[in-house]
């Protein structure tokens, strides 16, 4: 139990960062056609992972439906549009 509880709690300021740092992970549940569809865009776009999938079309259908980035994580529906 011990060595259990050091290896976890190393020092309190790399656990305090580390947990900081983290995301949250989600889970979503695809047909294979959206499979297929996550290869194409990873292949034709030069991505690295299929959350860099999801992340760049959900910027790039935020952005054509008129919402643009004002801050880091922070999304606002232009007045233009």
Do not use: W
């Amino acid at each position: 139990m011990a060595l259990a509880r050091s290896h976890m709690f190393v020092d309190n300021d790399v656990c305090m960062m580390y947990t900081k740092c983290m995301k949250k992970r989600t889970n979503i549940y695809l047909e294979e056609e959206d499979k297929q569809i996550i290869r194409f865009l990873r292949e034709k776009y030069g991505l690295d992972s299929n959350a860099n999938v999801v992340r760049f079309v959900l910027r790039k259908a935020a952005k054509e439906e008129g919402y643009i980035q004002r801050e880091k994580g922070q999304y606002r529906q232009d007045e233009a549009t």
